[in-house]
C-alpha cells in the first residue's frame, strides 16, 4: 500500500521560507500524481500545488508565484517550496496521492499524517 510521509513543518515568521518533503513508498510505480494540500482551523481543505510523475505541475492561484513544487530524480520524494511565507499560509500540510492529474480532494485515496506551518506576523 502506498505510504507517504511528510516532514519539513515549523514556525517561520513572514516572509520567510520553509521546504517541505514528501516521501512516498509501497509501491512498484509511484502513483502518478502527488499534491500538497493544506488545512487551517475551521476551514476546508485546499490544494496548493501538484506534480505529476512526467514533471508537470498544478498550482492553486494564492501560491503562484510564492511555491515551487518539484521531485527527487527517483521521483518519490516530492518536495514544496515556500518563499514568501504569509500568515495566511498557517495550516496543517498533506501530501496525498491520486492516479489522475486533479487538485480535488476527492480524488485522492492515499494521505499522509501531515506536517504543521505556522507563519507569524
Known amino acids: 500500500e502506498v505510504q507517504l510521509v511528510e516532514s519539513g513543518g515549523g514556525s517561520v515568521q513572514a516572509g520567510g521560507s520553509l521546504r517541505l518533503s514528501c516521501a512516498a513508498s509501497g509501491y512498484l510505480l509511484r502513483p502518478y500524481f502527488i499534491t500538497w494540500f493544506r488545512q487551517a482551523p475551521g476551514k476546508e481543505r485546499e490544494a496548493v500545488a501538484g506534480?505529476?510523475?512526467?514533471?508537470?505541475?498544478l498550482y492553486t492561484d494564492s501560491v503562484k508565484g510564492r511555491f515551487t513544487i518539484s521531485q527527487s530524480d527517483s521521483k518519490n520524494t516530492v518536495y514544496l517550496q515556500m518563499d514568501s511565507l504569509k500568515p495566511e499560509d498557517t495550516a496543517m500540510y498533506y501530501c496525498?496521492?491520486?492516479?489522475?492529474?486533479?487538485?480535488?480532494?476527492?480524488?485522492?485515496?492515499?494521505w499522509g499524517q501531515g506536517t504543521q506551518v505556522t507563519v507569524s506576523s
Open positions: 506534480i505529476a510523475r512526467d514533471g508537470s505541475t
Open positions: 496525498a496521492a491520486s492516479g489522475i492529474k486533479t487538485l480535488s480532494a476527492n480524488q485522492y485515496v492515499y
